[in-house]
C-alpha cells in the first residue's frame, strides 16, 4: 500500500484524506469565528448594560444624600 501499511486484510489503495480533512478544518474555523463574533457581541452589550445601571445606581445614591 502507498501509505506504507501491509496488511493481507486490507484490499484496494487508500486515497490521501488530506482534502476531507482541510475542508473539516475550515468549517470548524468558519463555526469558531462566527460563535466568537457573537460572544463579543455578546460582552459589548453586557459592557453596555452595566455601565447603564452604574450610572443609573450613582444617580440615585446621590438622589437620596
Do not use: H, W
Not at 12 to 19: D, F, I, M, S
Request: charged fraction near 30%; charge should be negative.
Amino acid at each position: 500500500a502507498e501509505d506504507g501499511i501491509r496488511n493481507s486484510s486490507v484490499i484496494g489503495v487508500q486515497t490521501c484524506a488530506l482534502p476531507i480533512l482541510v475542508e473539516m478544518l475550515e468549517g470548524q474555523r468558519d463555526q469558531a469565528v462566527a460563535q466568537a463574533a457573537a460572544l463579543f457581541r455578546a460582552n459589548k452589550e453586557l459592557e453596555k448594560r452595566i455601565e447603564e445601571l452604574e450610572t443609573a445606581a450613582k444617580k440615585a445614591e446621590d438622589e437620596n444624600c
